[in-house]
């Protein structure tokens, strides 16, 4: 079994900066790229960003130039660092993990943390 535990999020003012965090419990995390969605009230859940085993990264283009990606192997977790936040990043943001092993998502999420960008 593995589960994800996510910290950060909150109030953020135009412009502002926050960091997320997920937390990876199991003994396959150097085997996972762990993806970043994110949900805004009545609209869909979009990936918004993906981070390899390997660290290389890949990100959406709506914040592309303004998130970074990053992972501790030896702490087992995932940051998605929010820069430049503009309000239309508002949104319950989620962990989740592929295998690299198996392609196939884990079926299980991180519990999501509130990221609301307002003045």
């Known amino acids: 079994q593995v589960r994800f535990v996510q910290s950060g999020g909150g109030l953020v003012q135009p412009g502002g900066s926050l960091t997320l965090s997920c937390e990876v419990f199991?003994?396959?995390?150097?085997?996972?790229?762990i993806d970043w969605y994110r949900q805004a009230p009545g609209k869909q859940r979009e990936l918004v960003a993906s981070?390899?085993?390997?660290?290389?990264?890949v990100y959406q283009d709506s914040v592309k130039g303004r998130f970074t990606l990053s992972r501790d192997h030896m702490k087992k977790t995932a940051y998605l660092q929010m820069n430049s936040l503009k309000p239309e990043d508002t949104a319950v943001y989620y962990c989740n993990a592929r295998d690299i092993r198996t392609r196939i998502p884990l079926d299980s999420w991180g519990q999501g943390t509130q990221v609301t960008v307002s003045s």
């Open positions: 199991g003994d396959i995390f150097s085997f996972l790229v």
């Open positions: 981070i390899t085993p390997g660290s290389g990264t």
